[in-house]
């Protein structure tokens, strides 16, 4: 990092293009967003590359900085090319050669996942830790890995993705019989574990459960009622049996959640004690925390890409 004085982030989402630069202690200096251009591949390259320029013009900088990207989706070992993006523009470019190329300064990616996990792993609720497992419960469920403040990395460029493993449903205490499954996944396979835990997974549950629609809000902000308990009761016992593969594999020091049900307190009570009875040990002492950085952690995880470079 010789002589770099700040690292650059990007979140390129769907809607919005953050950008930030952060010192080498993490302290996010300057910030800068816009819209993310609709459906408009050559543009949003354009986009990214003027919110870096501002950036370190409003830094008074003379270096290029090189770039960290957060993006929805990955590009695929064999090709290079984007796959499973919802900005759908996105797919089927090489954009990190693209965005190398036009912004004329080294890039590197992760997903959103990826990014949370090394942003908390750097600075965040798991600063202290050696292994951390980075884990999204929102509109999906995605995951992701860092030893020693490095993401780890495979050849299939998925490291993380437990949300399309199967849910082990016999290994939860009582699934309710109005319960009704297996439940398809985009993805073409049943009963994925992001089918159970993503936002929409525990709407679903809920509404098979007591016939009514929840708004998965209600369940970190206010007091929840016995019906809302008895679905956050099953949804834990779903949690901690589906992180027990986890631990039982990576034998992480911590787990950090992020997502909007990473909000729901019930999950830092409930889900150690049951996660305890599950893994293949006597005892677990796996910490479960939420995110310390919330919405920020996909532009400074981009940002710390390079940060032990
Ligand atoms: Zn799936």
């Known amino acids: ?57 409003s830094a008074n900088l003379t270096e290029r900085l090189p770039l960290g990207i957060c993006t929805p989706g990955s590009p695929s070992p064999d090709t290079g090319l984007m796959r499973n993006c919802n900005s759908t523009s996105l797919n089927g470019h090489t954009l990190c050669n693209d965005l190398e190329e036009i912004c004329a300064r080294p890039v590197r990616m992760a997903n959103d996942a990826d990014c949370m996990t090394l942003s908390e792993a750097s600075d965040g609720a798991g600063t202290e830790e050696q292994v951390v497992f980075g884990v999204i ?78 708004v998965v809000e209600q369940l970190s902000k206010g007091t929840p009622n016995n019906r809302h308990r008895e679905t956050l009761a099953l949804y834990n016992d779903l949690l901690s049996t589906a992180l027990a593969g986890i631990v039982n594999v990576l034998d992480p020091d911590l787990v950090v959640f992020g997502g909007g049900l990473s909000n729901i307190p019930f999950i830092y009570t409930e889900v150690p004690r049951l996660l305890a009875s599950k893994v293949f040990s006597d005892v677990c002492r796996t910490k479960l925390k939420p995110a310390k950085h919330g919405d920020s952690s996909g532009v400074r995880g981009a940002a710390w890409l390079w940060g032990n470079a």
């Open 1 to 57: 990092m010789a002589n770099r004085s700040r690292l650059l982030g990007v979140d390129l989402g769907g809607t919005k293009i953050e950008a930030a630069l952060l010192d080498l202690q993490g302290a996010v200096t300057h910030r800068a967003r816009c819209k993310t251009p609709r459906e408009n591949y050559a543009e949003t390259l354009s986009a990214i590359c003027e919110l870096c320029e501002q950036l370190e013009s």
């Open 137 to 214: 419960l929102g509109t999906g469920v995605g995951g992701g890995a860092a030893i020693n403040r490095s993401l780890l990395h495979g050849p299939n460029a998925i490291s993380g993705e437990w949300g399309h493993n199967p849910m082990p449903l016999a290994r939860v205490n009582e699934l309710p019989e109005s319960l009704q499954y297996p439940r398809l996944c985009y993805c073409g396979r049943e009963d994925c574990i992001e089918t159970w835990l993503s936002g929409p997974g525990l709407a679903l549950t809920h509404e098979q459960l007591h016939r009514e629609p929840i």
